[in-house]
């Protein structure tokens, strides 16, 4: 049983077309987290969700936009793709907000842009 | 919001103690200090975490001064399946949530 899944692992596609990642967590968790990794393996926080609500919203483009159908899962939808957006996505889930609560991390999601 | 920075690599030898330094200068009241450990095509992982002084656990130990400006993160005996990228990260909750990793130290473990 995988704690933080993300589907697809893999995702390769041209420049222009929409996108969509999806993430789920089995853990009961009421946060969840989208993190971009570049190639030079920066880990910077997008977006967070505290039982479906937003809470952290990074300076990311307005092409990016997080959905939270429940608190088991944080889906995240790109209009638009660049070729910056080429990188590593990881989903990730927490028992609750606050800076003491240890992240459990999905494997992450290559998305490659043609 | 508290910035982290960290070596970009270090290198050991199986057996021996690995000590990975993130300097915090900017680290704020309600910051908690947590180490996250990477292998390739993985997610991070948690590894331990600490408010002040010190904090041990099965894996690993993490050293607090009491300014809080740096932490250190020890891993004792190193073996060869240690060798990955081990990220700081600072995380704040107060009227805004804010988390700040690090860029991540490889360490490599060798024979």
């Known amino acids: 049983d995988t704690a933080v899944s993300q589907t697809p692992k893999y995702l390769v596609t041209q420049m222009g077309n929409d996108k969509s990642i999806k993430c789920e967590q089995n853990l009961g968790h009421d946060t969840m987290y989208w993190y971009k990794q570049d190639s030079k393996k920066f880990l910077k926080i997008m977006f967070s969700y505290n039982n479906k609500e937003l809470i952290i919203n990074e300076t990311v483009p307005n092409r990016f936009s997080p959905k939270s159908p429940d608190k088991a899962h944080l889906n995240l939808h790109i209009n638009s793709l660049e070729l910056g957006d080429s990188a590593v996505y990881f989903c990730a889930s927490s028992q609750d907000i606050g800076a003491d609560q240890p992240q459990h991390f999905g494997d992450g999601t290559r998305l490659s842009i043609l | 919001l508290a910035k982290t920075t960290q070596p970009i690599s270090m290198d050991s030898y199986e057996g021996q103690e690995v000590n990975i330094t993130c300097s915090h200068n900017n680290i704020a009241t309600n910051d908690y200090i947590t180490w996250y450990q990477q292998f390739p095509s993985q997610g991070p992982r948690f590894i331990i975490q600490g408010y002040k002084t010190k904090v041990t656990n099965e894996v690993a130990s993490l050293f607090i001064p009491a300014d809080r400006k740096s932490s250190t993160l020890s891993l004792p005996r190193v073996s060869l399946s240690d060798t990955a990228v081990y990220y700081c990260?600072?995380?704040?909750?107060?009227?805004?949530?804010?988390?700040?990793f690090g860029a991540g130290t490889t360490v490599t473990v060798r024979a």
């Open positions: 990260l600072v995380g704040e909750w107060s009227n805004d949530y804010k988390l700040s």
